[in-house]
C-alpha cells in the first residue's frame, strides 16, 4: 500500500513555497516581474505569484511625486547672480520604462531638474525671470519632460518657490522702484494741477461774463470766512465796482 505519510513534507513545502511566493501589489502600483532575470510581463494591483529564484519583482509607486530642487545658484543672461529653488511634480507613466532605463528616477530626475534650471536662468534677464515666472517655469517643464519621456516619466508642473538675489542688487531694485513711485507721484500730481487749472480758468471765464456773479462769489466767500470769529476779513473790491466809478468819472 501506499503510505501517504511520504507525501505530507513535499505538500508541506509546497504549500510553504507558494505562500512565500504571493507578493501584494497595491492600487497605486505596479510590478515588473523578471524571470530568470530577463523582463517577463507588468502585474497590475492585487496578489500575485513570484516564484522565488527563478524570477525576480520590482515594485513602482504610480502615483504624483514632488522632488524639491534645491537653491541653485546661476548667473542670468545679464550677468546677475542669483539663486533659484523650484519644486517638479512628476508621474510615473511607463512602469517598466522607469525601471529598466533609468537606474534611479528619483535621483535622475532631481539631477535633471537642477541643469536644467540653471541653464533656463542663464537665458533670460532679471527682470524677465522676476515678471514672468509661469513662462520660465514652462520652458523649464518642456525641457525636463523631453528629457524625461524615455524613462516613462511625465512632468506635470514646476513651480519655482524662490529667486534670492544678492544684497546689493535688493537695494538698488529698492532704489529704482522708489525712484518709480516718485515718479508717477509728480505725473499725477502735475497732472491733478493741469485740471485744477483748466477748471479756474473755466470758473474765471463764467464769471468774467456773467454779471454780478463775482460780486455775489464775493459774498459767499465772506459769508463762510466770517463763521469764525477768529478769521480777520480782508475786503476785496470787486471789479465791477471799479468799472462803474470809471464810467461815472467820464460822465462827469
Known amino acids: 500500500m501506499f503510505d501517504s505519510s511520504v507525501l505530507i513534507p513535499f505538500v508541506v513545502i509546497f504549500l510553504f513555497i507558494l505562500f512565500s511566493s504571493i507578493r501584494q501589489i497595491n492600487q497605486y502600483e505596479e510590478g515588473i516581474r523578471f524571470t530568470f532575470g530577463k523582463y517577463s510581463n507588468t502585474l497590475k494591483p492585487g496578489w500575485r505569484i513570484v516564484w522565488p529564484v527563478i524570477q525576480g519583482f520590482s515594485k513602482v509607486d504610480m502615483r504624483v511625486k514632488a522632488v524639491d530642487v534645491p537653491n541653485q545658484e546661476a548667473i542670468t543672461k545679464d550677468n546677475i547672480s542669483v539663486a533659484v529653488n523650484a519644486v517638479v511634480y512628476y508621474k510615473i507613466v511607463s512602469a517598466e520604462k522607469a525601471i529598466l532605463e533609468v537606474e534611479n528616477y528619483y535621483y535622475a530626475m532631481s539631477q535633471l531638474a537642477q541643469t536644467t534650471m540653471r541653464n533656463a536662468t542663464g537665458q533670460v534677464d532679471l527682470d524677465e525671470l522676476l515678471s514672468q515666472r509661469d513662462k520660465v517655469s514652462e520652458n523649464i517643464r ?50 491733478g494741477e493741469v485740471i485744477a487749472a483748466q477748471n479756474m480758468a473755466k470758473a474765471a471765464d463764467i464769471l468774467s461774463h456773467s454779471d454780478g456773479a463775482l460780486h455775489l462769489r464775493t459774498l459767499q466767500t465772506i459769508n463762510d470766512v466770517s463763521s469764525d470769529q477768529s478769521n480777520t476779513i480782508i475786503f476785496a473790491t470787486p471789479l465791477e465796482i471799479l468799472r462803474a466809478f470809471e464810467g461815472f468819472n467820464k460822465n462827469k
Open 142 to 191: 518642456r525641457v525636463i519632460d523631453e528629457q524625461s519621456d524615455p524613462w516613462g516619466i511625465k512632468v506635470l508642473n514646476v513651480e519655482l518657490k524662490d529667486i534670492v538675489l544678492p544684497e546689493e542688487m535688493k537695494r538698488t531694485i529698492g532704489k529704482q522702484a522708489e525712484a518709480e513711485r516718485e515718479k508717477r507721484a509728480i505725473v499725477i500730481k502735475s497732472e
